[in-house]
Structure formats: C-alpha cells, structure tokens
C-alpha cells in the first residue's frame, strides 16, 4: 500500500506570493492533517479534515487555510507568504473510523522557503 | 489544552550502549502517547504507542518505553544503540476529549547522536 504523498517536495516563494501544497493519503484513510515544523516552534498542528469537513484547527492566522476534496487528497494554501512562515510542512493521514483508528501516518513534508 | 516536555534536547551516547529519552506530558484529561523518530530530510515515523493496558510498551527497531501515570511521564528506552539510530525523536499526546479529532501535541525533540 502505497505511503502519504506530499508535493511539490521543495518550493521556494517570494515574500507576499501565495502557495498551494498538495496531500494524498493513504488508499482509504478519511481524515488529512497538517503541521508545520520549524527549528524555533517545533511541531505545531495546523488544522485536521475529515470527509471534505474541517475537524480541528490550531493557532495560526487565517493566511493559512485547507480543504479536502472527496477522494480525501487534501490541499493547504498560505497566502502572502511572510519570512517566518519557512518551514517543513508535513500532512499526515488516518482511518479515523473509530477511536481505535487512532495512528497518524505522516508524509516526507514540503519544504518551503521563502525569501 | 495538553503540553509535552522533551527533558535533553540532545543526546549524545555510544554504539552499543543503552539509552533513554525523558518524555513528561501535562493533560487535565486522558491521552493516548506515542513516540515518533525522524530521520534527516524525511517525514515522522511511528515508534510505539501507549493507549491503555499495559504501561510497557515495545515498538519498533528494539524501543520500548514506560507509561507512568503518577509522575505523567512516557520515557523511551532502548538496551543497545545502533549508529542507525541516529535521529531525532518526538514525543506526542492526543487528548481523548475530542472525539475523533486527531490534533498531536509534540515535544521539540531530542537529538540522539551515536557515536562509534
């Protein structure tokens, strides 16, 4: 069974552009999370969509958003980008049936930089 | 809201020697714990987990680690180190308040260096 897919897997942006990364999930796995990883803040969530419904969201601003389609491939977009929003981001997908499908397999990440 | 402290951001220790990782959590509810390891210029990879039972758990690559409610605590431990195992490791909680949410809350990170 083929593993999380996260493209492009390098991008670098010019301050004030947007951008879109992309994440497939695993071949039946409903629910797509994203983080973002950087050396300062470490790992940090993002936000989390199950069945094309966004569940959960963390604390960042409204430039980042996220949607999911209905074969649960899942899109990220950060708009006017800014110097501190470099980072790896990695989207990491689970069954999320039940409470038992509790395992978050995660992606190789997007590494963005933007200068 | 769940926080996770990683005790030693670094971790330097010889081949064939034991090692172990400090994981303490805080959480006004119950959590599921795990483990993930990163290696360089890839994606997190899941080590074990602890989501009830037994407070011993065994994972991959020879790991193991120790839930302990009293101290809120979930080290990770391993008898021998290979050079392999060099990489950086995270320790993560998951609330069980929201249900089905899958939000993790990392640690930053420990280090672990071996040395020939």
């Known amino acids: 069974k083929a593993g999380v897919t996260q493209t492009p897997r390098y991008l670098i942006k010019t301050r004030g552009q947007q951008v879109t990364l992309s994440c497939s999930p695993i071949?039946?796995?409903?629910?797509v999370s994203w983080y973002q990883q950087t050396p300062g803040q470490g790992l940090q969530f993002l936000f989390e969509y199950f069945s094309e419904t966004q569940r959960n969201k963390g604390n960042f601003p409204g430039r980042f958003s996220g949607r999911q389609f209905s074969n649960s491939r899942s899109e990220m977009n950060v708009s006017t980008l800014e110097l501190g929003d470099s980072a790896l981001y990695l989207c990491?997908?689970?069954?999320?049936?039940?409470?038992?499908?509790?395992?978050?397999?995660f992606g190789p990440g997007t590494r963005l930089t933007v200068t | 809201a769940q926080s996770v402290t990683q005790l030693d951001s670094q971790v330097p220790v010889f081949e064939e020697a034991p090692v172990e990782l400090r994981c303490n959590y805080s959480?006004?509810?119950?959590?599921?714990l795990f483990w993930y390891v990163q290696y360089p210029n890839q994606g997190l990879q899941l080590l074990l987990k602890y989501l009830s039972g037994s407070t011993l758990v065994k994972g991959i690559n020879g790991f193991e680690a120790e839930f302990n409610k009293s101290q809120t605590s979930f080290h990770l431990r391993k008898p021998s180190v290979h050079i392999s195992d060099t990489a950086e490791y995270f320790c993560?909680?998951?609330?069980?308040?929201?249900?089905?949410?899958?939000?993790?809350?990392f640690g930053q990170g420990t280090r672990l260096t071996i040395n020939p």
């Open positions: 959480s006004s509810v119950s959590v599921y």
């Open positions: 993560a909680v998951r609330s069980l308040l929201i249900q089905g949410a899958q939000k993790l809350v």
């Open positions: 071949s039946g796995h409903r629910s």
């Open positions: 990491a997908s689970s069954l999320s049936r039940d409470e038992s499908s509790y395992e978050q397999y």
